[in-house]
């Protein structure tokens, strides 16, 4: 019996303090990974709340820069056709400014031909022959009632 209490006595005081500090190092650091990845989970958690709004913010801005591309692309149109309106507006101005040209020369070439129609006709009526040089104001006055 001596023996057991000087053993129980000598474990108690020897061998069962670096068992225990042991088994409590054990402890804490299993606590302690415990709470590690507790925090790891936690900040997990964090990161995909992070990137799910960065994620949603991105197709956001994404949607709004499409929206402006469309907006700008439509403006871009409007603005071609309004171009190309006034182009078509300033050819068919041209071309009638070309017409009005040219009908203008028509009827001076026609007053001409009138003219020298007339006193072809007035030379043959009359059987003589008129003089150009005397009757100038006579022909002249002829073309403008033309």
């Known amino acids: ?70 907006k700008q692309a439509a403006q871009i149109i409007e603005e071609a056709k309004a171009q190309a309106k006034i182009e078509a507006d300033r050819i068919v101005a041209n071309g009638h400014a070309a017409a009005r040209q040219e009908v203008a020369q028509a009827k001076d070439a026609l007053r001409d031909q009138v003219a020298m129609l007339a006193v072809a006709g007035a030379e043959k009526i009359l059987r003589r022959e008129i003089d150009a040089k005397a009757h100038t104001q006579l022909l002249a006055a002829i073309q403008q009632e033309l």
Not at 40 to 64: I, P, T
């Open 1 to 70: 019996m001596i023996v057991f209490f000087i053993l129980a006595w000598f474990s108690m005081r020897f061998v069962w303090p670096p068992i225990v500090k042991a088994l409590d190092e054990r402890a804490k650091k299993i606590a302690d990974g415990l709470e590690a990845a507790e925090r790891g989970k936690h900040e997990l958690e964090l990161a995909s709340k992070r990137s799910a709004d960065k994620l949603r913010d991105g197709k956001a801005k994404y949607a709004e820069l499409v929206v402006q591309a469309e």
